[in-house]
């Protein structure tokens, strides 16, 4: 497959500021840990990994917050956490002078800043004295008795806090952590419902995201009917959401966990999804939606370092910059004088020396002499003129599509009501119209202003729901397709065929190691690369001893495991593979690397075959042509030509 970033490489430096960056640009992110505190919270239970060992789900909550602030210091030391409790009686101390519409019942415990030791080290302490004595948290953190807060109230508050600490431009999001599935019941439901869904479509107006991570137990299950499903209600794009004028705004899913998959959870939901580009998407002359893509599969590196100068008493950091210097004169030249021409030809001197005529409307370039472009006319070819969007030219059969077409990583698009209003009706429409159908859609994309024109296939996509919520989404695949350039034939050689025994027993351990549900889920795999690495940058941020053997590689084969269910049936393998016959037979090849050029190519050869003058070929270009085939090129020139017919009879 071919990489990811081949689409907005330049071979030539002098070109580098004419690659689009802005998808490389990184948001800040800011999320507040909205968690609930109230006693069914901090009820105390048996710790399952420990024993002798209680725990409670504010304490959970909160390692899990703490766990999630870690990462951030290695991966994303630029986003900001704060940690805000509700259905507790502790207030929050402000400042004098400062006016605060954080609601009665709830209580800051971390301001939004920026993740650093100190602050995560305050949380560790916190939690290491819950360890000590189990009251710990219902000593610093008191629930409230026979009542709870409204939750248009909790919404009210991180408004508030969203608003006082974050920046404008990042990326907001608030991780409601609670196992309280109806916290309204009785008399004056409706109000309150209708207050919270109101206090949330500001806070989400705002520029927010409401992540809820429900918490479920077999003694107490979170319903989401009850209360939260005419709140939280999912994104999606049915017809009938597309009626309700503010779901478009309202939260993507709803997670319901258990308290153990609590950590496992945030991870998956804590990174950003961050669109790559917003286009229009033309169904029609004069008609277009407005959607968002996203990319599904981005590859996580280590973090970038930087570099510092040694100044004595201080190290201050290094910026690089870059300058572009007129080897005449010495003198920097500036950027908007800069312009683009070919390797050969004249010089720029000489140029320089002829005047353009205005009065033509093309640039004439003389004999002997360069054409120069500015950057606008650069862009200009790339895009071909174009401006971003994507174009719907017609549909085809979803047959039509095969594996050998998936050449590039595909994007997923969304609809964006906030371009276009009615965008998600139509984008909804069109994509059930196409899934009944059985249709794809072959689309003309341009994505980005720098990025060269591609035609692509919308292969559409059913949102697929499960017992703990949705996990494919609706939408559409955009999927590049393979110009002529791109595609290679590759060789097909018929090789030697296992017997059925040898086949048999290849397969009696082979299913026996078959990977669960069929499927390789990489949610269950973090790169080992990574972690093992980040793991050790974050022992040296908080001056702790690390040790490197309780670092837990999951992708390493479990090769007990694997002897006990199988190792009897792979040794029966090998020695059924042992006295098969076919697998003593050795296909001949040569070692050395094949020249790329060859005298005499194929098809002159079998021009040469068709016509009985196979003998008239010279014995240099048949030993070439055989050695291209990977066939022996030992023996007299009769025997070479033998060969040649014997290969071209058989391909």
């Given at each position: 497959?071919?990489?990811?970033?081949?689409?907005?490489?330049?071979?030539?430096?002098?070109?580098?500021?004419?690659?689009?960056?802005?998808?490389?640009?990184?948001?800040?992110?800011?999320?507040?840990?909205?968690?609930?505190?109230?006693?069914?919270?901090?009820?105390?239970?048996?710790?399952?990994?420990?024993?002798?060992?209680?725990?409670?789900?504010?304490?959970?909550?909160?390692?899990?917050?703490?766990?999630?602030?870690?990462?951030?210091?290695?991966?994303?030391?630029?986003?900001?956490?704060?940690?805000?409790?509700?259905?507790?009686?502790?207030?929050?101390?402000?400042?004098?002078?400062?006016?605060?519409?954080?609601?009665?019942?709830?209580?800051?415990?971390?301001?939004?800043?920026?993740?650093?030791?100190?602050?995560?080290?305050?949380?560790?302490?916190?939690?290491?004295?819950?360890?000590?004595?189990?009251?710990?948290?219902?000593?610093?953190?008191?629930?409230?008795?026979d009542?709870?807060?409204?939750?248009?109230?909790?919404?009210?508050?991180?408004?508030?806090?969203?608003?006082?600490?974050?920046?404008?431009?990042?990326?907001?999001?608030?991780?409601?952590?609670?196992?309280e599935?109806d916290?309204?019941?009785?008399?004056?439901n409706?109000?309150?419902?209708?207050?919270?869904?109101?206090?949330?479509?500001?806070?989400?107006?705002?520029?927010?995201?409401?992540?809820?991570?429900?918490?479920?137990?077999?003694?107490?299950?979170?319903?989401?009917?009850?209360?939260?499903?005419?709140?939280l209600?999912?994104?999606n794009?049915?017809?009938?959401?597309?009626?309700?004028?503010?779901?478009?705004?309202?939260?993507?899913?709803?997670?319901i966990?258990?308290?153990?998959?609590?950590?496992?959870?945030?991870?998956?939901?804590?990174?950003p999804?961050?669109?790559?580009?917003?286009?229009?998407?033309?169904?029609?002359?004069?008609?277009?939606?407005g959607?968002?893509?996203?990319?599904l599969?981005?590859?996580?590196?280590?973090?970038?370092?930087?570099?510092?100068?040694?100044?004595?008493?201080?190290?201050?950091?290094?910026?690089?910059?870059?300058?572009?210097?007129d080897?005449?004169?010495?003198?920097?030249?500036?950027?908007?004088?800069?312009?683009?021409?070919?390797?050969?030809?004249?010089?720029?001197?000489?140029?320089?020396?002829?005047?353009?005529?205005?009065?033509?409307?093309?640039?004439?370039?003389?004999?002997?002499?360069r054409?120069?472009?500015?950057?606008?006319?650069?862009?200009?070819?790339?895009?071909?003129?174009?401006?971003?969007?994507?174009?719907?030219?017609?549909?085809?059969?979803?047959?039509?599509?095969?594996f050998?077409d998936?050449?590039?990583?595909?994007?997923?698009?969304y609809?964006?009501?906030?371009?276009?209003?009615?965008s998600?009706?139509?984008?909804?429409?069109?994509?059930?119209?196409?899934?009944?159908?059985?249709?794809?859609?072959?689309?003309?994309?341009?994505?980005?202003?720098?990025?060269?024109?591609?035609?692509?296939?919308?292969?559409?996509?059913?949102?697929?729901?499960?017992?703990?919520?949705?996990?494919?989404?609706?939408?559409?695949?955009?999927?590049?397709?393979?110009?002529?350039?791109?595609?290679?034939?590759?060789?097909?050689?018929?090789?030697?065929?296992?017997?059925?025994?040898?086949?048999?027993?290849?397969?009696?351990?082979?299913?026996?190691?078959?990977?669960?549900?069929g499927?390789y889920?990489?949610?269950?795999?973090?790169?080992?690369?990574?972690?093992?690495?980040?793991?050790?940058?974050?022992?040296?941020?908080f001056?702790?001893?690390?040790?490197?053997?309780?670092?837990?590689?999951?992708?390493?084969?479990?090769?007990?495991?694997?002897?006990?269910?199988?190792?009897?049936?792979?040794?029966?393998?090998?020695?059924?593979?042992?006295?098969d016959?076919?697998?003593?037979?050795?296909?001949?090849?040569?070692?050395?690397?094949?020249?790329?050029?060859?005298?005499?190519?194929?098809?002159?050869?079998?021009?040469?075959?068709?016509?009985?003058?196979?003998?008239?070929?010279?014995?240099?270009?048949?030993?070439?042509?055989?050695?291209?085939?990977?066939?022996?090129?030992?023996?007299?020139?009769?025997?070479?030509?033998?060969?040649?017919?014997?290969?071209?009879?058989?391909?």
């Amino acid at each position: 497959m071919a990489p990811y970033d081949d689409w907005n490489k330049i071979d030539d430096q002098e070109d580098e500021e004419l690659q689009d960056a802005s998808h490389l640009e990184s948001r800040r992110d800011v999320i507040v840990f909205c968690i609930d505190c109230s006693p069914s919270m901090l009820e105390l239970r048996d710790d399952p990994e420990y024993e002798d060992t209680q725990t409670c789900h504010l304490y959970t909550a909160l390692d899990a917050a703490m766990q999630i602030q870690k990462r951030k210091v290695i991966v994303g030391p630029n986003d900001s956490v704060g940690i805000l409790l509700f259905n507790t009686t502790k207030t929050s101390q402000l400042s004098s002078g400062r006016s605060s519409e954080i609601k009665k019942g709830t209580f800051l415990y971390q301001a939004i800043k920026p993740v650093g030791a100190p602050q995560i080290q305050e949380l560790i302490q916190l939690l290491d004295a819950f360890r000590e004595d189990p009251n710990e948290l219902s000593n610093a953190f008191p629930p409230l008795k026979d009542k709870r807060i409204p939750m248009g109230d909790v919404f009210t508050s991180c408004n508030w806090v969203l608003r006082d600490g974050a920046p404008k431009t990042a990326s907001k999001r608030v991780f409601l952590i609670t196992d309280e599935d109806d916290p309204h019941s009785g008399p004056g439901n409706h109000q309150l419902v209708t207050s919270a869904r109101t206090t949330l479509i500001d806070l989400t107006q705002a520029g927010a995201t409401v992540e809820p991570f429900f918490i479920s137990s077999s003694q107490k299950p979170f319903e989401v009917s009850k209360f939260y499903s005419s709140v939280l209600l999912p994104n999606n794009v049915d017809e009938e959401a597309g009626l309700n004028e503010d779901s478009s705004i309202l939260p993507e899913s709803i997670s319901i966990a258990r308290i153990g998959d609590l950590l496992d959870q945030m991870r998956i939901h804590e990174v950003p999804k961050r669109a790559q580009f917003s286009v229009s998407l033309e169904l029609a002359e004069g008609f277009k939606i407005g959607v968002k893509g996203y990319g599904l599969v981005t590859e996580q590196k280590k973090g970038s370092y930087k570099y510092f100068v040694d100044l004595g008493d201080r190290m201050e950091v290094a910026t690089a910059r870059t300058v572009y210097i007129d080897q005449d004169r010495e003198a920097e030249v500036d950027k908007s004088k800069i312009v683009y021409g070919t390797a050969p030809g004249a010089s720029a001197a000489a140029d320089g020396e002829d005047e353009e005529d205005e009065s033509v409307g093309t640039r004439v370039v003389k004999e002997d002499q360069r054409p120069f472009y500015s950057a606008e006319e650069v862009r200009s070819f790339r895009t071909l003129g174009l401006e971003p969007s994507i174009k719907l030219l017609g549909f085809k059969d979803r047959s039509e599509l095969v594996f050998e077409d998936n050449v590039k990583h595909s994007h997923f698009i969304y609809p964006d009501e906030m371009t276009y209003s009615g965008s998600k009706r139509t984008f909804s429409a069109l994509l059930k119209s196409m899934v009944k159908k059985k249709k794809i859609g072959l689309a003309l994309t341009l994505t980005r202003r720098n990025a060269s024109p591609a035609f692509c296939v919308l292969l559409p996509q059913e949102e697929k729901v499960d017992e703990g919520g949705w996990t494919d989404p609706a939408g559409f695949h955009l999927v590049p397709l393979p110009f002529a350039d791109d595609i290679r034939a590759a060789p097909v050689e018929e090789g030697y065929r296992a017997s059925d025994d040898l086949k048999d027993a290849a397969r009696a351990w082979i299913d026996k190691l078959s990977v669960k549900n069929g499927a390789y889920p990489p949610d269950a795999y973090p790169n080992p690369a990574l972690g093992y690495h980040n793991a050790q940058l974050q022992a040296s941020a908080f001056r702790e001893q690390y040790d490197p053997d309780s670092f837990e590689d999951l992708t390493e084969p479990k090769i007990e495991m694997i002897h006990k269910r199988a190792g009897k049936l792979i040794k029966s393998w090998k020695l059924a593979l042992l006295n098969d016959e076919s697998a003593d037979v050795v296909v001949a090849t040569t070692g050395s690397k094949r020249k790329a050029d060859v005298g005499v190519d194929e098809a002159e050869i079998r021009s040469q075959y068709d016509g009985g003058a196979l003998a008239k070929v010279h014995y240099d270009n048949t030993a070439d042509f055989l050695k291209s085939k990977s066939q022996p090129v030992s023996g007299k020139k009769a025997e070479l030509i033998e060969r040649v017919a014997d290969w071209l009879d058989t391909h």
